[in-house]
Antibody, heavy 116, light 108 residues
Framework: QVHLQESGPGLVKPSETLSLTCSVSGDSLNTYYWSWVRQPPGKGLECIGYIYYSGSVNYNPSLKSRLTMSIDTSKNQFSLKLHSVTSADAAVYYC??????????WGQGTMVTVAS | DIQMTQSPSTLSASVGDRVIITCRASQSVSSSLAWYQQKPGKAPKLLIYRALTLESGVPSRFSGSGSGTEFTLTISSLQPDDFATYYCQQYYNYLLWTFGQGTKVEMK
Protein backbone atom coordinates (compact mmCIF):
# COMPACT_ATOMS: atom_id res chain seq x y z
CA GLN A 1 0.00 0.00 0.00
CA VAL A 2 1.35 3.38 -0.99
CA HIS A 3 1.73 5.93 1.80
CA LEU A 4 2.77 9.57 1.59
CA GLN A 5 3.78 11.65 4.60
CA GLU A 6 4.53 15.36 4.68
CA SER A 7 7.02 16.80 7.15
CA GLY A 8 8.35 20.24 7.89
CA PRO A 9 7.88 23.27 10.13
CA GLY A 10 4.33 24.25 10.92
CA LEU A 11 5.25 27.89 11.43
CA VAL A 12 7.20 30.08 9.02
CA LYS A 13 8.00 33.77 9.40
CA PRO A 14 6.95 36.22 6.70
CA SER A 15 9.58 36.66 3.97
CA GLU A 16 11.26 33.39 4.92
CA THR A 17 11.25 30.05 3.09
CA LEU A 18 8.68 27.32 3.59
CA SER A 19 10.31 23.89 3.27
CA LEU A 20 8.41 20.63 3.18
CA THR A 21 9.37 17.05 2.42
CA CYS A 22 7.16 14.19 1.34
CA SER A 23 8.31 10.69 2.22
CA VAL A 24 6.92 7.91 0.06
CA SER A 25 6.60 4.29 1.14
CA GLY A 26 5.22 1.35 -0.78
CA ASP A 27 6.13 2.73 -4.19
CA SER A 28 9.14 3.81 -6.16
CA LEU A 29 9.48 7.40 -7.28
CA ASN A 30 10.54 6.16 -10.71
CA THR A 31 7.06 6.50 -12.12
CA TYR A 32 4.21 8.96 -11.75
CA TYR A 33 4.26 12.68 -11.17
CA TRP A 34 4.90 13.70 -7.57
CA SER A 35 2.89 16.74 -6.68
CA TRP A 36 2.06 19.39 -4.16
CA VAL A 37 -1.43 20.79 -3.60
CA ARG A 38 -2.42 23.38 -1.03
CA GLN A 39 -5.66 24.50 0.58
CA PRO A 40 -5.99 27.76 2.52
CA PRO A 41 -8.26 27.50 5.56
CA GLY A 42 -11.89 27.29 4.47
CA LYS A 43 -11.01 27.52 0.79
CA GLY A 44 -10.53 25.28 -2.23
CA LEU A 45 -7.64 23.30 -3.64
CA GLU A 46 -4.73 24.75 -5.61
CA CYS A 47 -2.13 22.80 -7.56
CA ILE A 48 1.33 24.06 -6.69
CA GLY A 49 3.28 21.91 -9.11
CA TYR A 50 4.77 18.51 -9.77
CA ILE A 51 8.10 16.82 -10.34
CA TYR A 52 8.96 13.72 -12.30
CA TYR A 53 11.62 11.22 -11.23
CA SER A 54 13.92 12.58 -13.90
CA GLY A 55 13.85 15.93 -12.13
CA SER A 56 11.73 17.70 -14.70
CA VAL A 57 9.29 20.04 -13.02
CA ASN A 58 6.16 21.97 -13.73
CA TYR A 59 5.19 24.88 -11.50
CA ASN A 60 2.01 26.86 -11.10
CA PRO A 61 2.81 30.08 -13.00
CA SER A 62 1.49 32.18 -10.11
CA LEU A 63 4.12 30.66 -7.79
CA LYS A 64 6.89 29.88 -10.24
CA SER A 65 9.20 32.75 -9.26
CA ARG A 66 9.24 31.61 -5.62
CA LEU A 67 9.13 27.86 -6.01
CA THR A 68 11.73 25.10 -6.04
CA MET A 69 10.95 21.39 -6.12
CA SER A 70 13.43 18.56 -5.89
CA ILE A 71 13.41 14.78 -5.76
CA ASP A 72 15.69 12.25 -4.09
CA THR A 73 14.96 8.79 -5.44
CA SER A 74 17.56 7.20 -3.14
CA LYS A 75 15.59 8.38 -0.10
CA ASN A 76 12.20 8.02 -1.78
CA GLN A 77 11.44 11.63 -0.96
CA PHE A 78 10.52 14.78 -2.81
CA SER A 79 10.57 18.32 -1.51
CA LEU A 80 9.09 21.76 -1.85
CA LYS A 81 10.61 25.14 -1.09
CA LEU A 82 8.47 28.27 -1.32
CA HIS A 83 10.48 31.43 -0.85
CA SER A 84 9.45 34.84 0.48
CA VAL A 85 6.23 33.63 2.03
CA THR A 86 3.37 35.91 3.05
CA SER A 87 0.16 35.31 4.95
CA ALA A 88 -1.43 34.30 1.65
CA ASP A 89 0.74 31.18 1.68
CA ALA A 90 -0.79 29.89 4.91
CA ALA A 91 -2.53 26.65 4.06
CA VAL A 92 -2.69 22.92 4.47
CA TYR A 93 -0.06 21.52 2.14
CA TYR A 94 -0.61 18.08 0.67
CA CYS A 95 1.77 15.92 -1.27
CA UNK A 96 0.13 13.61 -3.76
CA UNK A 97 0.87 11.07 -6.45
CA UNK A 98 -0.45 11.93 -9.88
CA UNK A 99 -0.99 9.25 -12.46
CA UNK A 100 -0.93 11.43 -15.58
CA UNK A 101 -2.90 14.12 -13.79
CA UNK A 102 -5.41 12.59 -11.43
CA UNK A 103 -4.22 12.54 -7.82
CA UNK A 104 -4.79 8.97 -6.68
CA UNK A 105 -2.78 8.90 -3.45
CA TRP A 106 -2.54 11.78 -0.97
CA GLY A 107 -0.62 12.52 2.17
CA GLN A 108 -2.59 13.50 5.25
CA GLY A 109 -1.59 17.15 4.82
CA THR A 110 0.35 19.53 7.02
CA MET A 111 -0.82 22.95 8.15
CA VAL A 112 1.65 25.77 7.62
CA THR A 113 1.07 29.06 9.41
CA VAL A 114 2.87 32.23 8.35
CA ALA A 115 3.42 34.55 11.31
CA SER A 116 6.19 36.39 13.06
CA ASP B 1 -5.40 28.84 -17.46
CA ILE B 2 -8.43 26.60 -17.74
CA GLN B 3 -11.10 27.73 -15.28
CA MET B 4 -13.33 25.09 -13.73
CA THR B 5 -16.73 26.17 -12.45
CA GLN B 6 -18.90 23.92 -10.33
CA SER B 7 -22.60 24.24 -9.61
CA PRO B 8 -24.18 24.46 -7.23
CA SER B 9 -21.76 25.68 -4.58
CA THR B 10 -23.92 24.15 -1.88
CA LEU B 11 -26.52 21.42 -2.21
CA SER B 12 -28.98 20.37 0.49
CA ALA B 13 -30.15 16.79 0.19
CA SER B 14 -31.53 13.87 2.15
CA VAL B 15 -30.39 10.29 2.44
CA GLY B 16 -31.66 8.38 -0.58
CA ASP B 17 -31.74 11.41 -2.87
CA ARG B 18 -30.21 11.42 -6.32
CA VAL B 19 -27.56 14.13 -6.38
CA ILE B 20 -26.05 15.73 -9.47
CA ILE B 21 -23.08 18.11 -9.44
CA THR B 22 -22.01 19.92 -12.59
CA CYS B 23 -18.54 21.05 -13.58
CA ARG B 24 -17.89 23.31 -16.56
CA ALA B 25 -14.51 24.04 -18.11
CA SER B 26 -13.63 27.35 -19.75
CA GLN B 27 -12.28 25.39 -22.72
CA SER B 28 -12.30 21.77 -23.76
CA VAL B 29 -10.44 19.37 -21.48
CA SER B 30 -11.44 16.32 -23.52
CA SER B 31 -11.96 13.56 -20.91
CA SER B 32 -9.10 14.67 -18.66
CA LEU B 33 -11.27 15.27 -15.65
CA ALA B 34 -11.30 13.85 -12.14
CA TRP B 35 -13.70 14.09 -9.20
CA TYR B 36 -12.73 14.08 -5.53
CA GLN B 37 -14.54 13.87 -2.22
CA GLN B 38 -13.19 15.73 0.78
CA LYS B 39 -14.35 15.53 4.36
CA PRO B 40 -13.39 18.10 7.02
CA GLY B 41 -9.82 17.75 8.19
CA LYS B 42 -9.05 15.05 5.65
CA ALA B 43 -7.22 14.85 2.35
CA PRO B 44 -9.31 14.64 -0.81
CA LYS B 45 -10.13 11.18 -2.08
CA LEU B 46 -10.16 10.33 -5.77
CA LEU B 47 -13.57 9.09 -6.90
CA ILE B 48 -13.50 9.23 -10.69
CA TYR B 49 -10.87 9.86 -13.34
CA ARG B 50 -10.93 10.14 -17.10
CA ALA B 51 -14.37 11.68 -16.61
CA LEU B 52 -16.22 8.41 -16.03
CA THR B 53 -13.84 5.74 -14.69
CA LEU B 54 -14.56 4.77 -11.13
CA GLU B 55 -11.48 4.54 -8.91
CA SER B 56 -10.98 1.14 -7.31
CA GLY B 57 -12.96 0.73 -4.11
CA VAL B 58 -15.36 3.60 -4.77
CA PRO B 59 -19.03 2.60 -4.42
CA SER B 60 -20.96 2.16 -7.64
CA ARG B 61 -23.54 4.75 -6.59
CA PHE B 62 -21.00 7.32 -7.80
CA SER B 63 -20.81 7.89 -11.54
CA GLY B 64 -19.33 10.47 -13.86
CA SER B 65 -20.23 11.60 -17.34
CA GLY B 66 -19.38 14.24 -19.90
CA SER B 67 -16.56 15.33 -22.12
CA GLY B 68 -15.24 18.54 -23.58
CA THR B 69 -16.46 21.35 -21.36
CA GLU B 70 -19.37 19.91 -19.39
CA PHE B 71 -19.24 17.15 -16.82
CA THR B 72 -21.45 15.72 -14.10
CA LEU B 73 -20.94 13.71 -10.96
CA THR B 74 -23.99 11.73 -9.93
CA ILE B 75 -24.66 10.02 -6.63
CA SER B 76 -27.56 7.71 -7.35
CA SER B 77 -28.75 7.32 -3.76
CA LEU B 78 -27.11 9.57 -1.21
CA GLN B 79 -25.76 7.77 1.84
CA PRO B 80 -24.87 9.26 5.25
CA ASP B 81 -21.17 8.87 4.46
CA ASP B 82 -21.53 11.01 1.32
CA PHE B 83 -22.05 14.36 3.05
CA ALA B 84 -18.84 16.11 2.07
CA THR B 85 -17.36 18.61 -0.36
CA TYR B 86 -16.76 17.51 -3.94
CA TYR B 87 -14.20 18.94 -6.34
CA CYS B 88 -13.64 18.49 -10.04
CA GLN B 89 -10.15 18.85 -11.50
CA GLN B 90 -8.88 19.10 -15.05
CA TYR B 91 -5.54 17.65 -16.04
CA TYR B 92 -5.76 18.34 -19.76
CA ASN B 93 -3.50 21.38 -19.50
CA TYR B 94 -0.27 19.82 -18.27
CA LEU B 95 1.13 23.28 -17.54
CA LEU B 96 -1.45 23.89 -14.84
CA TRP B 97 -3.91 21.42 -13.40
CA THR B 98 -6.86 23.25 -11.88
CA PHE B 99 -9.72 22.47 -9.53
CA GLY B 100 -13.26 23.70 -9.37
CA GLN B 101 -14.24 25.74 -6.33
CA GLY B 102 -16.05 22.84 -4.71
CA THR B 103 -19.62 21.76 -4.01
CA LYS B 104 -20.66 21.13 -0.44
CA VAL B 105 -23.33 18.47 -0.04
CA GLU B 106 -25.11 19.08 3.23
CA MET B 107 -28.02 17.50 5.04
CA LYS B 108 -31.41 18.99 4.29
Amino acid sequence: QVHLQESGPGLVKPSETLSLTCSVSGDSLNTYYWSWVRQPPGKGLECIGYIYYSGSVNYNPSLKSRLTMSIDTSKNQFSLKLHSVTSADAAVYYCARAGRGAFDVWGQGTMVTVAS
Amino acid sequence: DIQMTQSPSTLSASVGDRVIITCRASQSVSSSLAWYQQKPGKAPKLLIYRALTLESGVPSRFSGSGSGTEFTLTISSLQPDDFATYYCQQYYNYLLWTFGQGTKVEMK
